[in-house]
């Protein structure tokens, strides 16, 4: 079920943060890639590969059911929509799409660390890393699961704090929010399903693991 008519399938992400990089990472492993004439996949024309072009929130579930044999993806997302059943694996850590999900206060609250939380309304759009978090604090508090623009919940009092996404800070700054603790740092990773793929697949799909990992320590 892995693959369709005996071709490996890489899922990337589509358009976002992090598309261009992982584009180049194809094409820097060798993989000459051909934008096909339909946005949701593009072609390998060197080797029986095709580019499954999706929203990377999609990623993990695509990979862990086997639809796709590799993917790319943010740790952060990959642990989200993580659950009880097989999962994707993650093969290395690719050294971009660095970012760091942070607990943020607007200029009211005093935080003294996690326990300042405590019964107090948290916005995420990362709900389940959040509640492990609290959890492992031995904290209670109130989740609201907004799927963007996080940073005005304290402002439109939706919420005490937030736990968001922070690469430079701009964003919580101009907000007027202070990053706190850390929830989880991320990066992208790449993945692969828990299922080989067809038989006569396997070799082609160790190549393109080992010429990727060339590349990403080739970067440092
Ligand atoms: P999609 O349309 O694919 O669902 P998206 O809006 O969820 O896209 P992007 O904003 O493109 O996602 O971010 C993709 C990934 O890039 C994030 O999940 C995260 O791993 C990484 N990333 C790196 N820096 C940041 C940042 N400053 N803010 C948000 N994500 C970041
Ligand atoms: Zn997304």
């Known amino acids: 079920?892995?693959?369709v008519q005996g071709r490996l399938r890489i899922a990337v992400q589509k358009s976002g943060r992090l598309a261009e990089r992982s584009l180049d990472l194809v094409r820097d492993a060798g993989l000459r890639v051909v934008?096909?004439?339909n946005d949701l996949l593009y072609r390998i024309e060197n080797y029986p590969i095709d580019l499954l072009r999706v929203r990377d929130d999609d990623?993990?579930?695509f990979v862990a059911d086997g639809v796709c044999d590799l993917g790319i993806v943010g740790e952060n997302v990959l642990e989200e929509v993580r659950n009880g059943g097989p999962n994707a694996e993650v093969v290395m850590p690719l050294g971009f799409g660095r970012c760091t999900l942070k607990i943020a206060t607007p200029p009211g609250l005093d935080y003294a660390?996690?326990?300042s939380?405590?019964?107090l309304r948290i916005a995420t759009s990362y709900p389940k890393i959040l509640r492990r978090f609290l959890n492992e604090a031995g904290v209670q508090a109130e989740i609201v699961t907004?799927?963007?623009a996080v940073e005005v919940a304290p402002r439109l009092k939706l919420a005490a704090a937030i736990c968001d996404l922070v690469s430079t800070g701009a964003t919580l700054e101009a907000n007027g929010?202070?990053?706190r603790d850390t929830v989880l740092d991320s990066q992208a990773v790449l993945i692969k399903a828990p299922t080989p793929p067809e038989a006569g697949l396997q070799?082609?799909?160790d190549s393109v693991v080992e010429r990727m990992a060339g590349v990403v320590s080739s970067q440092g």
């Open 117 to 119: 939380l405590q019964g």
């Open 59 to 61: 990623i993990p579930t």
């Open 35 to 37: 934008k096909g004439n």
């Open 1 to 3: 079920m892995s693959t």
């Open 203 to 205: 070799h082609l799909l």
């Open 113 to 115: 660390g996690p326990s």
């Open 146 to 148: 907004m799927r963007g």
């Open 177 to 179: 929010l202070t990053a």
